[in-house]
């Protein structure tokens, strides 16, 4: 079946602009989380939604990081006033309850 | 000192050799433990979970030392597809929930 799906698969923007990034889980899965990696480093967690449950925002850097997702299905992570160091690639990642996660291609993000 | 800590590598390992990788984690009320598997410019994938006792899939073991908050994984025969990126990943309260990855050891098998 169809598994995460990502867009844009690349994204390039001049700092100080917005940008949203958008994932789609597997379906019937109540899990989905985001991460990002930058170059040369391990994923970092960033946010985690459980059902209907309040998110984990707890990896968050900054303010300027908020996600949401919409009727438990689709999830869009939105970052304000980008800066340069938040060029990463973006994962997002479903799951069904106690099961593996599965990632998705990721959307690789660079501020100019 | 890093929640999941590796060394990055690279290991160059011919075909056919065994090679392990070790990661050590500092929360030791951690409860689930993987290794996962990243190929070049693509997205994590789980090659195992990591049990008490230790577990063997296929070419590939993994260990855990709780005492001394040390994983392990092994792999037997290497294959050039082993080549890939290897992730510690750390569950501190059990389950898939909020995972801690360490950076990575990269592996390249070489004929």
């Known amino acids: 079946g169809a598994g995460v799906s990502q867009s844009p698969s690349n994204k390039v923007t001049e700092k100080g602009k917005d940008v949203e990034l958008r994932c789609d889980p597997i379906?019937?899965?109540?899990?989905l989380y985001w991460y990002r990696q930058s170059l040369g480093q391990g994923l970092e967690f960033l946010i985690y939604?459980?059902?209907?449950?309040?998110?984990?925002k707890s990896g968050l850097p900054s303010d300027r990081f908020s996600a949401e997702r919409t009727g438990g299905s689709v999830s869009t992570l939105t970052i304000q006033r980008t800066q340069q160091e938040d060029s990463a690639v973006y994962l997002c990642?479903?799951?069904?309850?106690?099961?593996?996660?599965?990632f998705g291609d990721g959307t690789r993000l660079s501020i100019l | 000192r890093k929640e999941v800590e590796q060394d990055p590598g690279p290991f160059n390992v011919p075909e056919g050799a065994t090679v392990a990788f070790n990661c050590t984690y500092s929360?030791?009320?951690?409860?689930?433990f993987f290794w996962y598997r990243q190929d070049c410019r693509k997205e994590p994938k789980l090659l195992m979970s990591?049990?008490?006792s230790g577990n063997e899939d296929g070419r590939f073991t993994a260990q855990l030392n709780r005492a001394s908050q040390y994983i392990s994984l092994l792999i037997r025969d290497s294959k050039l597809s082993d080549s890939a990126t290897y992730l510690c990943?750390?569950?501190?309260?059990?389950?898939?929930?909020?995972?801690?990855f360490g950076a990575g050891t990269r592996l390249a098998v070489h004929p």
């Open positions: 990642a479903s799951s069904d309850s106690g099961k593996p996660q599965h």
């Open positions: 379906s019937g899965h109540t899990a």
């Open positions: 939604f459980q059902g209907n449950s309040a998110p984990d």
């Open positions: 929360n030791s009320a951690s409860q689930s």
């Open positions: 990591v049990y008490s």
């Open positions: 990943v750390v569950n501190p309260s059990g389950g898939y929930n909020k995972l801690i």
